[in-house]
């Protein structure tokens, strides 16, 4: 039987909701789950994350053609603190979503970097 793991996130719905668990073995978790499912050899196919494309080059072949994706802007990264970012001293970033980081990480360099303190301390949290 096929073994197959997904992200268990309503934007995956679309291309996980028709998969027959009679067929399938069909495993569900946080995107770092998954990516180390697939990259071990846990799963033989995966919806994965872009970052753990990246960070798994050598273990994964993509499928053209089938993504999660939007044409516009996307409000999946969320940067939350109890002051605003010009009193940030330290950001957690949250390891259960790679692409999440490496997104967040961007806008803490970019667009957002005239607006956090020169000293913020950027910590890679365990998922």
Not at 24 to 31: A, D, L
Not at 58 to 77: E, K
Not at 83 to 104: I, K, Q
């Amino acid at each position: 039987m096929i073994r197959i793991a997904t992200v268990g996130y309503l934007n995956a719905r679309p291309l996980t909701s028709r998969l027959d668990p009679s067929r399938y073995t069909i495993r569900s978790g946080h995107p770092f789950e998954v990516a180390e499912w697939l990259a071990s050899g846990a799963v033989d196919l995966a919806l994965v994350p872009i970052g753990a494309v990246l960070d798994h080059a050598r273990a994964v072949r993509l499928v053209p053609g089938v993504c999660i994706g939007a044409l516009g802007p996307v409000r999946s990264v969320v940067l939350a603190g109890s002051a605003p970012p010009h009193a940030w001293r330290r950001v957690y970033l949250d390891g259960v979503s790679r692409t999440s980081v490496l997104l967040a990480r961007l806008l803490l360099a970019g667009p957002l970097a005239g607006r956090v303190g020169a000293g913020l301390e950027v910590v890679d949290a365990p998922p």
